[in-house]
């Protein structure tokens, strides 16, 4: 069995859009994105003691090997990195693309994503990577298992939650509450630097520089602009009548 | 002072025993490295880099040593992210580590020291006095240490050590008498010390030669020091460094050394220290203050301090227009040449730079001795393992090696100096520049020391002066923490050992002692004595409280400040 | 130009979010506007699309869509864009429609920007706003081609309803994909509404030193249950055992961003304010008139939190049963 898991390095610290190019400024330091950390987990634990393998799949700059042998650390078995200039700036449909060409390659039973990224990028990839791979996805996962070719979710929503059965292969995304990640034990962390890590361009995937990138993007950013400043404040002080002011605020603004 | 409150009347439940063990791990469970280094600091990297050298050379050594010949384990997320200085630094390590062709600038650092001026400070002039001769830094070059050690893993990296980040070494590993590695700590307990749903408990990880590179009040190396009955001469004493990154407007053209105020300069007070100013390139400077936690004021809070200290006219000047870009905080070993350990070594151990003591406070200088010695800690450590024999005096070489070096030279001469500053900063400044006029040959004759928590403490209301944060140019505590990129998790154990009932006074002095807010003083106990209240996740770990009365031990790894310009 | 709505609906009624999407869609004076139901027994829903707005309602209605599945609705959406030529399809923001939302980009190759808070018209075409990096930057974002796919925040926009007339109704028939008839739904559950969690409350009323006493988060509590929101706490508090880790904003603790965030006897420092900045509307009560949050609250009290909010909650608990 194969589990294949989508993993993200994003940048460590306050993120920063770069003026430049209006982009997320991915210069500096990276990290694991905390939120696929539970996809890895989720994969290690359906793996359990059996032989399954594990594999983490990312699209990134060269830098992203760092994260990818953290993921290995964790417990998986070898590590797909499409790290090409030409893949920068891919908005999430460009991003899909080549993600489900790699994960297209591996042909994973099951493939494992986070509930998003903490760099606000990359939310709803795995919806995008299904429909290309034509494989059912169930989203918001608090709860997986698997038995027999068919996976059974819990998928959280706003009114309570659904169990949900598909067949595999399947695409699935967890939720942060799914589970607690592991931290990686010295061993793993010292036997990470053993494991096969493969570094891809797209033309290996069969893909030219037009699918993805800027070239291969099809939403852009036009302009950045500090927020709207928080207009109005007031501050008073109470002389018995703050709580009525209070609420004459609130319904102001509907909030009440 | 009979009668005076001292903090060291209210000792930490602490006892260094606590952190000696055999390994406990089942044998084919242990972790087996050949040379295991504690800590990717300067001193750590350079003996890292140095083996890796001479590994290179000898592949029928590198052999020997098994899958992982060297490994470094550093506690704090990546190296540079718990190191910290001003600095300016004497590059002949550099030079003597890396050999033929290496060129100073390929490393990352902000230029040569163009130019310097000291300045003897009242609350609204600056005196400009002619440096001291200890003070003269031509030749030297400014880096962030922070950035020298992410520079340094690198090249460590690519000698073939493997670094560990995010992995503590909390206990000692001792068998018949020898050093055989360390314990890692446990990551995923709760702040009951229960374990959480990640829980991962540390490992054995054993090997042929452990060194200690641990940096300022190394908690194994105090353990060592203790357990084979190293301790020097005099007791260490430290003192609190505490300094800012920033962004500004005007290049700084030179390097800048302060004294006097806001420090007070007489002698019951012991405000021994000074600020310095050092440009990082065309858009950054940095400016920190250093104190000696020898002082006896309660009140006494080397934070706040550097923010009265940027409110002075002609610092102020120098930040207009700029931002604050990063903050940080660690101690300094200052007891110098009398305070190092009788041996820097113990069968199967080595012990190099700031958990020593390797720091020559009259120059401000330590960064260049903690490279040395973690190169002169390899080569001691190679020629044992090559010899294939590793009896309890194979190490000795190592502490002749530091003898014969420029380390113990340079100590030497300045033996007495930090100890006449306990005489008030005018009395001593004379004694001092006495001593290094006639390089030390002059003996003053050796005053007693006392290590730093049995000063009484006095009280004044020193508080009052500081100034009210302004958010632009001064700054409270919490905001420094935010600042220096800590974000530690707060469900775990708390790292820090204090007693927690102690005399108001001791309480408020911790409270304002710590950089980072993390004591407070809690519920009156009645009797003049009050509980400590911690907020340990605001730690940055610079060492403070071990030096007035408690003891730090290091938290899960990974914690901490994440430090990249300092 | 022409825009279709994707509407959502749940226990007989559209979903107000949707409507508000809807309303929106409206308001940009295209002459078709579109929306899709797809569900069991939802044809009877078609008039409502109509009153705020939809010109031509696109009803899938079967037994089988009944489950909130995305993947038959991309069938569905896909045959409708392709069938029609709609530029523009919009969602608001929920569990389904981000997943139909973006499965619907990639089977139609098409661009789409999510999180958006509003949707101008710009040098004739659509650009987006957004919020990004916690609120701390508003960013301009555009397609480059059509169809353009646009996810919207969830309560962008107030449902109104715009007086039009009964829409064109049309059946959808459409050939669902192989994959997506995999999935199927085995079981449900609604949630026993004990109050929203922290992540996904609207109102947070959170609760700092200044509270005083472990006893006085009863006040926080109260507030929270007549604002139907959820009990938040500072790491002070929960640093000092009065309110549970799994209830901490901040830093290290959980981001929020409701639409209405009330602090009490909170200080405000930069750990706890990087977690709650991005709320809509920050009330704050403290005593100390220096407090740092007052700097970034839209309202402000300095005043006793045990005078002011025991007061506020009856007059909320009064106004809310009125």
Known sequence: MKIAVCVKHVPEGPARIDPGSKRLDRSGEGMLNRFDANAIEEALRIKGDGDAEIVVVSM?????????RKALAMGADRAVLVSDDAVAGSDLLATSRVLAKALEREAADLVLFGQQASDGDGAVLWAAVAERLHLPVVSQALELTLADATLRAKRQNEFGYDVIEAPLPAVVAVSDAINEPRYASLKGIMGAKKKPQDVLSLADLGLGPDDAGDAGSRTEVLALAAPPARGGAQKIEDDGNAAQAIVDFLAERRLI | MTGATRPSSYPPPFDPREFVSEPTDPADERIEVGVLIVGAGPAGLACAIRLGQLLEEHPDVAERLGEVPVAVVEKGKQPGSHLLSGAVVNPRSLRRLFGAGFRLEDVPSYGPVHGEAVYMLTRRAALRIPPPPTMRNHGNVVFSVSRLGRWLGERAEEGGAMILPETPAGKLLVSHGRVVGVRTGDKGRGRDGEALGSFEPGSDLVAKVTVLAEGTQGHLTGVALEHFGLRGNEPQVWELGVKEVWKVAKPLDR??????WPLRTAAKYREFGGSFIYPMGDDMLTIGIVVGLDYRDAELSA???????????????LLEGGERVGWGAKTIPSGGFHALPKRLHAPGLLMCGDGV????IPTLKGVHYAIESGRLAAESAFAALQRGNTPATALASYDDAVRSSFIWS?????????????????VGGALASAMTVS????????????PDAEQPLLRTSRAERYPVPDGTLTFDKLSSVFVSGNKTRDDQPNHIRVEQRVPREVAELWTY?????????????????????????????????????????????????????? | MSVLVFLEHHGGELQKGALGVLTKAASLGEADVGAVLVGGGVRSLADDAGSYGATNVYVADDASFDPPLPQSRVDVLAKVVGDHGYETVMFANSVLAADVAAGLAARLDAGLNWDLADLVSENGTLVGKRPALQDSVYVDVGWRSTPRIALFRAGSFDAVQTGGGAPQVEDVAVELEAHSTGAKVVDQQLEESTGPSIEDADVIV???????????????????????????????????????????????????SPKLYVALGISGAIQHKVGMQSSSVIVAINRDANAPIFEFSDLGVVGDVHEVVPKLTELVTQRKSA
Not at chain 2, 357 to 360: A, D, I
Request: proline fraction near 6%.
């Open chain 1, 60 to 68: 990134g700059p060269a830098s992203a090997a760092d994260t990818l």
């Open chain 2, 255 to 260: 390097v800048i050394h302060t004294m006097g």
């Open chain 2, 303 to 317: 934070h706040d301090l550097l923010q009265e200290l940027k409110t002075h006219p002609k610092i102020r000047a």
């Open chain 2, 357 to 360: 003591g390797m720091v020559n």
């Open chain 2, 410 to 426: 340079d100590l030497h001469e300045v033996r007495d100096i930090r100890q006449v500053f306990g005489r008030g900063f005018v």
């Open chain 2, 439 to 450: 390089k030390g040959r002059i003996e003053i004759g050796k005053l007693p020391a006392e």
């Open chain 2, 513 to 566: 002692m710590c950089p980072a807010q993390v004591y407070e003083v809690g519920a009156d106990e009645g009797d003049g004595m009050v509980t400590v209240q911690l907020a340990p996740s605001n730690c940055v770990q610079c060492g403070a409280i071990t030096a007035k009365g408690g003891r730090l031990t290091p938290p899960e790894g990974g914690s901490g400040p994440e430090y990249t310009l300092t």
């Open chain 3, 206 to 256: 959170a609760g700092g030193r200044g509270l005083g006493a472990p006893e006085s988060f009863a006040l926080a509590e109260e507030l929270a249950r007549a604002l139907g929101g959820a009990v938040g706490a500072t790491r002070a508090v929960v640093d000092a055992g009065w309110y549970p880790y799994s209830a901490q904003i901040g830093q290290t603790g959980k981001t929020v």
